[in-house]
């Protein structure tokens, strides 16, 4: 079993930065492709991105691309979300997840969400 613990949210003003952690206990998330998702309120959970196991790529939703970048370090157990020139759109709980492969259906693991409030 993994365990994902998410931190770092907040709110924040357009146009801000926000850095978020993802910390994983119970195994190793180096054998994982982990990946981040949001829901917004009345919305389905929707992917963001995802980094490989092995960090050698990097996918990012089309809504988030530019802005947005994962990256992870093992040897922490701990997957990061860095998020520029934010929007009030991307107001929402962002999700950690774990999985051999990444999606709604198939991501194994997930964290308990982290709440990230952008104002206009």
């Known amino acids: 079993q993994v365990q994902l613990v998410e931190s770092g949210g907040g709110l924040v003003q357009t146009g801000g930065s926000l850095s978020l952690s993802c910390a994983a206990s119970?195994?190793?998330?180096?054998?994982?492709?982990m990946g981040w998702f949001r829901q917004a309120p009345g919305k389905e959970r929707e992917f963001v991105g995802s980094?490989?196991?092995?960090?050698?790529?990097?996918y990012y939703a089309d809504s988030v691309k530019g802005r947005i970048a994962i990256s992870r370090d093992n040897a922490k157990n701990t997957v990061y979300l860095q998020m520029n020139s934010l929007k009030p759109e991307d107001t929402a709980v962002y999700y950690c997840?774990?999985?051999?492969?990444?999606?709604?259906?198939?991501?194994?693991?997930w964290g308990q969400g982290t709440q990230v409030t952008v104002s206009s």
């Open positions: 119970g195994r190793t998330i180096s054998n994982y492709v």
């Open positions: 980094i490989t196991w092995d960090d050698s790529s990097t």
């Open positions: 997840a774990a999985g051999y492969t990444i999606s709604l259906k198939s991501a194994r693991y």
